[in-house]
């Protein structure tokens, strides 16, 4: 089993950033994509952002040239820089580990993030 530590949530003004963060408690090999999904009240859960070990990047087009997902994969971490935040990108997050950007294995906690206007 691999355990997903979440941290960085919270409330910001719009215009804020926020940084989240994920460690995994381990990688194995059925592990290539880490990354973000969302889910906000009253809607499906969306992917956010995903990243490949090798450094394959899928975005939500909501936001690109906002959000930068980076990882570190010596330390099994995984980021999201989010800049010019929105309301409508308040969320629970969700870190995830799986095989591909859709076939997701893992889930963590979720975080909250809160942007008011």
């Known amino acids: 089993q691999v355990q997903l530590v979440e941290s960085g949530g919270g409330l910001v003004q719009a215009g804020g950033s926020l940084r989240l963060s994920c460690a995994a408690s381990?990688?194995?090999?059925?592990?290539?994509?880490m990354g973000w999904y969302r889910q906000a009240p009253g809607k499906q859960r969306e992917l956010v952002a995903v990243?490949?070990?090798?450094?394959?990047?899928n975005y939500a087009d909501s936001v690109k040239g906002r959000f930068t997902i980076s990882r570190d994969n010596a330390k099994n971490t995984v980021y999201l820089q989010m800049n010019s935040l929105k309301p409508e990108d308040t969320a629970v997050y969700y870190c995830?580990?799986?095989?591909?950007?859709?076939?997701?294995?893992?889930w963590g906690q979720g975080t909250q993030v809160t942007v008011s206007s």
């Open positions: 995830t580990a799986g095989a591909s950007a859709y076939v997701v294995g893992y």
């Open positions: 381990r990688s194995p090999f059925s592990i290539n994509v």
């Open positions: 990243m490949s070990s090798g450094g394959s990047i």
